[in-house]
């Protein structure tokens, strides 16, 4: 629980990202250097200064370790961590490693359309402004989806079937940019983002929690550590690409309906690897999987 909401600090963090420039700097800047420049001098300066009042907490209250195990995983293991053993165990994991594709292509998504938002929507038209409600817009729903998911979840233990169906609706969302995107309308546009965050943000935590499951008694530390690498590298490439789409195109609207598409791929592959996970619970119903293994 607290891996998945400590997960959801990014998202939230971003909702502050694409509120606060929009505040401080407006699109008729560009055409004042001189205040324009001051005025992201002001946005750095209160940038740096809600950061370093943030950190605060964490060098005064921050501990090495809790006075307790963490978790059912920590508390068993009484001696170091062995990554080679518990990296091979991972390997070997089908499920696990489904579970990673499925994370890494949907994760890469909300990485790279907050990265080309501003490409994507700039040759129909919208502002700056327009952006940053289209971001706030996408990760407020997001959240919101974590947290209701969050607790059918935990009443349900339906993690797999939750997967898949959040993954396959993103396919469904995601694809209709192609449509309302055009249409140069914030509000359709703003709706139809809302819908993408309340099914590509959960995945986060809810993969995180799942992959727990897949792999115990392995460290959380160790499973979704290895499950967020590859989604970094993959979200970052993605969004270059993304960029690169957007602006190499002869027609500038041509571009973001191409990026739209290779995001709508990205989570197709997502929902398709989805439907190959094992739902084997081996912390909550460890004799099930048991069962499962003979």
């Given at each position: 629980?607290?891996?998945?909401?400590?997960?959801?600090?990014?998202?939230?963090?971003?909702?502050?990202?694409?509120?606060?420039?929009?505040?401080?700097?407006?699109?008729?800047?560009?055409?004042?250097?001189?205040?324009?420049?001051k005025?992201?001098?002001?946005?750095?300066?209160?940038?740096?200064?809600?950061?370093?009042?943030?950190?605060i907490?964490?060098?005064?209250?921050?501990?090495?370790?809790?006075?307790?195990?963490?978790?059912?995983?920590?508390?068993?293991?009484?001696?170091?961590?062995?990554?080679?053993?518990?990296?091979?165990?991972?390997?070997?994991?089908?499920s696990?490693?489904?579970?990673?594709?499925?994370?890494?292509?949907?994760?890469?998504?909300?990485?790279?359309?907050?990265?080309?938002?501003?490409?994507?929507?700039?040759?129909?038209?919208?502002?700056?402004?327009?952006?940053?409600?289209?971001?706030?817009?996408?990760?407020?729903?997001?959240?919101?989806?974590?947290?209701?998911?969050?607790?059918?979840?935990?009443?349900?233990?339906?993690?797999?079937?939750?997967?898949?169906?959040?993954?396959?609706?993103a396919?469904?969302?995601?694809?209709?940019?192609?449509?309302?995107?055009?249409?140069?309308?914030?509000i359709?546009?703003?709706?139809?983002?809302?819908?993408?965050?309340?099914?590509?943000?959960?995945?986060?935590?809810?993969?995180?929690?799942?992959?727990?499951?897949?792999?115990?008694?392995?460290?959380?530390?160790?499973?979704?550590?290895?499950?967020?690498?590859?989604?970094?590298?993959?979200?970052?490439?993605?969004?270059?690409?993304?960029?690169?789409?957007?602006?190499?195109?002869?027609?500038?609207?041509t571009?973001?309906?191409?990026?739209?598409?290779?995001?709508?791929?990205?989570?197709?592959?997502?929902?398709?690897?989805?439907?190959?996970?094992?739902?084997?619970?081996?912390?909550?119903?460890?004799?099930?999987?048991?069962?499962?293994?003979?």
């Amino acid at each position: 629980m607290s891996t998945a909401l400590g997960g959801l600090a990014l998202p939230i963090g971003c909702i502050l990202g694409f509120v606060l420039p929009v505040t401080l700097i407006g699109a008729d800047d560009a055409y004042h250097p001189v205040e324009g420049k001051k005025k992201v001098n002001e946005y750095i300066l209160i940038q740096n200064c809600i950061v370093t009042v943030a950190t605060i907490p964490l060098l005064i209250f921050a501990r090495d370790k809790p006075p307790t195990p963490p978790s059912a995983a920590a508390s068993r293991r009484e001696e170091p961590l062995n990554f080679k053993s518990e990296l091979k165990a991972l390997m070997s994991n089908r499920s696990y490693l489904l579970l990673c594709v499925t994370f890494t292509t949907l994760y890469g998504v909300y990485t790279a359309v907050g990265a080309v938002v501003n490409a994507l929507t700039e040759p129909y038209g919208y502002t700056p402004g327009d952006n940053a409600i289209f971001g706030g817009i996408f990760i407020f729903f997001g959240v919101t989806g974590s947290f209701v998911l969050g607790i059918v979840i935990d009443r349900t233990q339906k993690f797999k079937l939750t997967i898949n169906v959040i993954s396959t609706l993103a396919v469904i969302f995601i694809g209709c940019g192609l449509l309302t995107l055009p249409l140069q309308s914030t509000i359709v546009f703003s709706a139809n983002l809302a819908f993408i965050g309340f099914t590509v943000i959960p995945i986060i935590p809810i993969s995180y929690g799942f992959a727990v499951e897949l792999t115990f008694p392995t460290p959380e530390a160790m499973s979704n550590g290895m499950m967020i690498l590859p989604s970094q590298i993959f979200g970052a490439s993605m969004g270059v690409v993304a960029g690169i789409i957007c602006e190499s195109t002869a027609d500038s609207k041509t571009g973001p309906l191409l990026t739209i598409g290779l995001f709508t791929g990205s989570a197709a592959v997502s929902a398709i690897c989805s439907y190959f996970i094992k739902e084997d619970l081996r912390r909550l119903r460890p004799k099930d999987a048991l069962l499962g293994k003979q």
